[in-house]
């Protein structure tokens, strides 16, 4: 009898290990798309997509170099949400291949006369991005003067500042700042420079979860789940 109470403990011991699993995930991303208390479209997205499989997570709010520096060391166990290309780099980070959501890079101004229409047009301008934005530095012409500032707040800081003419970032983060602190003084110019799919990124320890969690992102657009909490949260789509 002892022997068979054992057994049943140890079972249960180990069933609710399973559904007790917290994952610490990291982001350098803000407003909309995630925020400090956890109520941005990737936070709510990633929440009900893990707690769907059974398991938890805590996300943290970091730099950006340190933020996936930090999945990569194993510190915390992922990163979210960075273009492809990232475990080129990063060689203990595994890549969710189904995308969050296409993300657009922009440029703004506080000058909606200038034109911005491809990254060749950037080089008669002072401009800055966040360092850290490693699609931003691939893709900027070497000739163009670049300062690299560590988080949004200082970006824009730059451009009221008449410290540059452009900035680059995200197009609803961008949009989401300039409503948030009522910057009517700041442009978005013109069409974006590029889109790009934005992935979540695991520590290779936790590579073997990839494929269900690729499989219940595809659950979540086929469902219109996906559909419901992108019109809700990216309220400037």
Same mark, same amino acid.
């Given at each position: 009898?002892?022997l068979?109470i054992?057994? %049943?403990?140890i079972?249960?011991i180990t069933?609710?290990n399973i559904?007790?699993l917290?994952?610490?995930l990291n982001?350098?991303?803000?407003s909309?798309y995630?925020? $400090?208390?956890?109520n941005?479209?990737?936070?709510?997205?990633?929440?009900?997509?893990? =707690?769907?499989?059974?398991?938890?997570?805590?996300?943290?709010?970091?730099?950006?170099?340190?933020?996936?520096q930090?999945? !990569?060391?194993g %510190?915390?166990d992922?990163?979210?949400?960075?273009?492809e290309?990232?475990d080129?780099?990063?060689?203990?980070?595994?890549?969710?291949?189904e995308?969050?959501?296409d993300?657009?890079?922009?440029?703004?101004?506080?000058?909606?006369?200038? /034109?911005?229409?491809?990254?060749?047009s950037?080089?008669?301008?002072n401009?800055?991005? %966040?360092?850290?934005?490693?699609?931003?530095?691939?893709?900027v012409?070497?000739?163009?003067?670049?300062?690299l /500032?560590?988080?949004? !707040?200082?970006?824009?800081?730059?451009?009221?500042?008449?410290?540059? =003419?452009i900035?680059?970032?995200?197009?609803?983060?961008?949009?989401?700042?300039?409503?948030? !602190?009522g910057l009517?003084?700041?442009?978005?110019?013109?069409?974006?420079?590029?889109?790009?799919g934005?992935?979540l990124?695991?520590?290779?320890?936790y590579?073997y979860?990839?494929?269900? %969690?690729?499989?219940?992102l595809m659950?979540?657009?086929? $469902?219109?789940?996906?559909?419901?909490?992108?019109?809700?949260?990216?309220?400037?789509?």
């Open positions: 009898m002892k068979f054992t057994i %049943i403990l079972l249960f069933i609710g559904h007790t917290e994952l610490s982001t350098a991303d803000t909309p995630s925020t $400090s208390d956890g941005g479209f990737y936070d709510i997205l990633l929440k009900e997509v893990f =707690e769907n499989l059974g398991i938890g997570i805590k996300i943290n709010h970091l730099l950006s170099k340190r933020s996936i930090n999945a !990569d060391n %510190i915390d992922g990163e979210y949400a960075r273009t290309g990232r080129a780099e990063y060689k203990n980070l595994k890549i969710v291949p995308p969050l959501v993300f657009y890079f922009v440029a703004y101004s506080k000058n909606s006369d200038i /034109v911005i229409s491809d990254w060749d950037l080089n008669n301008y401009i800055a991005f %966040i360092n850290g934005w490693v699609y931003l530095k691939n893709n012409p070497d000739t163009v003067s670049v300062t /500032v560590s988080n949004e !707040d200082s970006l824009f800081k730059m451009l009221l500042n008449d410290r540059v =003419e900035i680059l970032y995200s197009k609803l983060r961008g949009l989401s700042k300039i409503d948030r !602190d009517e003084d700041v442009f978005l110019l013109d069409q974006p420079l590029a889109s790009r934005m992935y990124y695991l520590n290779k320890k590579e979860l990839i494929p269900e %969690i690729t499989t219940e659950n979540f657009k086929e $469902s219109g789940r996906y559909l419901e909490i992108l019109e809700e949260y990216l309220v400037f789509q």
